[in-house]
């Protein structure tokens, strides 16, 4: 299993976010950061918005900031949405599946078991724990400085 471009964008967008909080983030900044094509992130901060991930700031000093904590948002949530639907193989769809196996088949089953374990794990991941090293993490997208080692909102670091 491959998580697509657009799950990856959203999860660093996010992260990211964490990083900077409270500030406020632009998409020129996460762009710059990961070295990733702002017209990408143009959308997925778009969709995070329109979800309630984050709050779109208007204006001269606008940009977005993480509109819940960041310990209330779980990888699970961002990868069920953003990959959906996680049809591993064609018989997970009664709609157009065509395998004349369905009902029969262990590996079906065994990939759905597959499936509910990796879910599992993102579903107890949370975007603060993905954004609790952030000092390292900073250094690494050479934005380290006096931000830096501000406490990050919801007390981890």
Request: overall charge positive; charged content about 20%.
């Amino acid at each position: 299993m491959r998580l697509t471009q657009y799950s990856n964008f959203t999860l660093r967008t996010l992260q990211f976010a964490a990083l900077r909080a409270p500030a406020i983030v632009t998409v020129d900044e996460v762009a710059r950061a990961h070295r990733i094509s702002k017209a990408h992130l143009v959308k997925v901060a778009a969709e995070l918005a329109r979800r309630g991930y984050v709050e779109s700031i208007r204006g001269r000093n606008g940009g977005m900031r993480l509109a819940r904590p960041a310990a209330e948002i779980t990888v699970g949530e961002i990868i069920r949405w953003t990959e959906a639907p996680l049809d591993l193989v064609e018989c997970f769809d009664p709609a157009t599946n065509t395998c004349p196996l369905l009902g029969a088949c262990h590996l079906s089953r065994g990939l759905q078991r597959a499936l509910r374990a990796f879910l599992s794990v993102l579903d107890d991941l949370t975007i603060a724990d993905i954004a609790y090293n952030r000092g390292a993490l900073l250094a690494r997208l050479e934005l380290a400085g006096p931000e830096a080692a501000l406490p990050m909102a919801g007390g981890a670091q």
